[in-house]
Structure formats: C-alpha cells, structure tokens
C-alpha cells in the first residue's frame, strides 16, 4: 500500500512542471490534433527543442517566428518545446494559429503526429472555465466551479492514456479552447489557487451539469458505479425552468425499427420531482417507461429516451396527445453533481464557494493542494 502511494507521488511529482520555488503546479497534456502530417507553431519566448525521451536538446527555438513541424522531418518518437528562460505558465504557443497557454509535445505515431499542449493546470482552466460556466455568473460561483473543474482535471488525468495524452478538449473531458483571458474567471481561479475538492483524503471525481431541475441524481442511476459523494441532493431553491421536445407519433414510431408498428400506449407514472416510483429513481428521474405499439411492449431506459430524443434531462413526463408525443420535463444535463445553475443562485443569495460546493458533493472536503 505504502508502496503504491510512494510511487504514485513520485509519478505525480515528476510530471510536474519545472519545479520553480512557490509557483510549483501540475503540468497536464492537453490532445489539441491528431492525425496531422505537420503543424505550424510560434512561441512567445526563446524556447528549446528536445527529445523527450533522453531530454537532449535538439535545437533553439526563437520568439515570434512561425515555423512548420513536419512527420517525415522529425527524428525523435517524442518532443517537446519548452521556455528556455521563463516558467512554462509565462508561454504562450500558437498552434496552427490557436494559442494557447504553456508548451507543447508532439508524439510520432505510426503515420501521423498528435500535437499536445503542455499546460500548467492554472492555465489549463483558464481556457475552461468561460466555457463551462458563464462569466456573467457571480463569482462564488465561478469559484465552485474552479474548484470542481480543477478536481476533475487532476481526477481525470489519463483519461487519454492510450492516445498518449490526459484530456481532450471537448465536453467528453471539459470543454477547453486554449489561452483565453477573462478578468472574472481568471479571478475565480486565482481566489482559489491549487484548492481541490477530498473525500477521505483522496481527490474526488466532481461531475457537474447545467440544471438539476430541482433535484440532482445520483451517480449510480446515471452510470452505475455507485460514489459516496455523488448522491442526490434536493435543492433549496427551487429555480428550473420547465422544457417541452414534441416529436409525431409517425417519427416517434420509426426510431424503433420496421417491426416496431405504431405506437398505442405509454406507461410511466407521474413526475413529481423528489418522489421515487418503481418506474423513476428516488430524484424523480424515469428509470424506464413502457411504450405499447400494435405489434410489441419495449421497456426504454429513460437514458435511452434521452439519446434518442435529445432530450435535455431524464426529468421528464411523457404522453401522447393525439398525433404527438409530448415530452415534458425539467433540468439539463446528466442531474449528476454540482448544478452551475444552482450555483448561480445560490451565490446570488449570498452564499459562499465552499457552501455551495458542500451542498452537491456531500461530505468532501477543500483543500489546498499547492
Ligand atoms: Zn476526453
């Protein structure tokens, strides 16, 4: 056991940034193209160029000048460009014309380079979190989300494994556009420098979503693997706005397959959100609903409405009414751990980051990792 955390810590420890006294924060590897036969670069500052597997210098590399990489020209199965003179946080590389924070490694696969942005994770969230939450929300909130995107990114590290790298940018990991700077956001990051969220001392996995719909649901009704600190919570304030997605009973019918017929009768009991029915989780989220056609009875996983239908949430009733099916509901998202609406409102009636992180991850706690 002791073993396993000690090799752990030096892992963690070693794919740290340049250790500079007081500035110390974990680098992550950020997949920014794949596939690609070159890529044009330009760095802020002098940097070097090295191969990343003897850590030899290769080359200098100027400020201010583009210049192209190509698969064929590159000797090194990996390297990595990197300050010469400034902490990485201070670079600012631009990659095929997007810039972003930090420096950046190109890995030779088999035919074609991947092309990662080394970012220090302050400045990894920095091109998150005006995406993932809007900077027009107070900032208590932002800095909830600070906390919870920063968890979810050392949480989530390697998710990207066998691409060679953590996190990719799209809402599969978070949703990251490079270096971007906003004075609200930057602020909520910086009040919250290096805080992460713990349970029994160990990093904590904080999903978060759009709008509970006046309850959140927990993980194991959403992906099955059951987590003491994401668990339904009833919010305090009650805030969703209702939703309406109609689709005719002619193309509800024809998403389930020729032998399918036309639809006759749907079963699932009444919404009430917060009341558990064999049919809904205890949050009020439909577990499965009977849909009766002239020819089968299929049970659907309300997760599977969702897909089908794009709903926005699994809070939903649904009906016919005459040659429509009606689906009406409540929240978006997966319902699972912090809602950024909530949030908002919360903060707005005058509560803290640390309260409102504490209403949706039950029983973590803050703490300061750098
Ligand atoms: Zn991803």
Request: hydrophobic share 40%.
């Amino acid at each position: 056991m002791f073993r396993k955390i000690f090799i752990a810590a030096v892992i963690f420890f070693m794919s740290a940034s340049v250790a500079e006294a007081g500035v110390w924060q974990p680098e992550l590897r950020v997949g920014i193209l794949s596939g690609v036969k070159q890529v044009t670069l330009k760095v802020s500052a002098p940097c070097i160029m090295i191969d990343a597997s003897t850590n030899k210098t290769i080359t200098e590399i100027p400020a201010d000048r583009s210049f192209v990489l190509n698969f064929s020209r590159l000797k090194s199965e990996a390297t990595e460009i990197r300050p010469e003179k400034i902490p990485i946080k201070d670079l600012q590389t631009s990659i095929d014309g997007q810039n972003y924070f930090g420096g950046v490694r190109l890995n030779k696969g088999k035919d074609f380079l991947t092309v990662i942005n080394l970012a220090p994770l302050e400045e990894y969230l920095r091109g998150v979190l005006p995406r993932e939450m809007s900077p027009s929300y107070p900032l208590e909130a932002l800095k909830a989300q600070a906390v919870a995107a920063r968890s979810f990114a050392l949480k989530n590290r390697g998710k990207h494994e066998a691409e060679g790298f953590d996190l990719c940018t799209s809402t599969h990991c978070q949703i990251f556009i490079g270096a971007k700077v906003s004075e609200i956001t930057d602020k909520a990051i910086d009040d919250t420098h290096g805080e992460v969220l713990v349970y029994n001392n160990k990093l904590a996995d904080t999903n978060f979503h759009a709008d509970s719909g006046g309850m959140t649901e927990s993980v194991v009704n959403v992906w099955g693997k059951d987590t003491p600190y994401l668990v339904a919570v009833k919010e305090i304030i009650q805030l969703s706005e209702p939703w309406t997605v109609k689709v005719t009973t002619k193309d509800f019918s024809s998403r389930f397959g020729e032998g399918f017929g036309e639809v006759k009768e749907i079963k699932l009991s009444k919404l009430t959100v917060g009341k558990e029915e064999d049919d809904r989780t205890p949050s009020g989220r439909v577990k499965f609903a009977q849909v009766v056609s002239s020819k089968k009875t299929l049970k659907l996983a309300g997760n599977e409405l969702r897909r089908k239908f794009s709903l926005p949430s699994t809070l939903f009733d649904m009906k016919i009414d005459g040659k429509e099916i009606i689906f009406a509901g409540y929240g978006r998202g997966h319902g699972v751990g912090m809602a950024q609406k909530g949030a908002k409102f919360y903060a707005e009636d005058g509560w803290s980051y640390e309260k409102i992180l504490e209403h949706y991850y039950s029983g973590t706690k803050l703490k300061k990792l750098y």
